[in-house]
């Protein structure tokens, strides 16, 4: 079992709806980050956080220490918003390391 | 703009062909990191450094070295690309232990 999962793996939207993407993970942390990868492009760093909530733009970020789990969110979803999103956990002990999930391929029909 | 910059953005190269891939950071920042991605995959760290300190993961080939001439480059050399070697290469940059990491663009390396 991965120590970080994503659900869904896919997702697929019309524009303009919310959207919910899943993150878990069953190590100990010192800070979770999301990533946008648009298609053969390289990586964009959305959030970092280890606790709360965090909003930029439509974009949210929350994390619930004691359930360890994220979710991110986009509101009114753009064909734009296409793109692989990728959670990674930043272990306790270990804070020069990223372990990667999965990703989540979105993508946005207009 | 403060960034991570990669050099070149495409590379093509023949098998055993030896080839550099370049990273430069205005950033600042004292860790730099080398990652290989495969498509479809997540990105698989190769290695970091922390200032001038090499840390080298246990799976990476030996096929792989880098460089930290200075602060704000770094390179990955390939000394025999091989047909599995293809993919983007990243390279990321954090400020110290535990800050947020910014990736560069990537390097997409075709082997021949």
């Known amino acids: 079992k991965n120590e970080v999962e994503q659900s869904p793996q896919n997702l697929t939207a019309q524009e303009g709806e919310f959207i919910t993407i899943n993150c878990s993970y069953s190590v100990g942390i010192s800070a979770l980050h999301w990533l946008q990868q648009h298609p053969g492009g390289g990586i964009v760093s959305l959030f970092m956080?280890?606790?709360g909530k965090k909003k930029h733009g439509r974009l949210i970020a929350t994390i619930n220490i004691q359930e360890k789990h994220s979710s991110l969110h986009i509101t009114a979803s753009h064909p734009r918003d296409s793109a692989v999103y990728i959670c990674a956990a930043r272990r306790s002990y270990n804070t020069d390391k990223l372990i990667f999930g999965t990703g989540t391929r979105l993508q946005v029909f207009p | 703009d403060a960034m991570v910059i990669q050099n070149p953005r495409y590379q093509v190269t023949q098998f055993g062909k030896p080839v550099t891939l370049s990273c430069s950071q205005t950033l600042n920042h004292n860790v730099m990191y080398w990652y290989q991605q495969k498509s479809s995959q997540a990105p698989k760290l190769l290695f970091h450094?922390?200032?001038?300190?090499?840390?080298n993961e246990a799976d990476t080939p030996d096929n792989f070295q880098s460089r930290r001439p200075n602060t704000s480059f770094c390179f990955l050399d390939i000394r025999s690309p091989g047909l599995g070697d293809a993919a983007m290469y990243l390279c990321?940059?954090?400020?110290?232990?535990?800050?947020?990491?910014?990736f560069g663009p990537g390097t997409r390396l075709t082997v021949l």
């Open positions: 990321a940059t954090q400020w110290s232990r535990g800050g947020q990491q910014f």
């Open positions: 956080l280890s606790s």
């Open positions: 450094y922390y200032d001038k300190d090499f840390n």
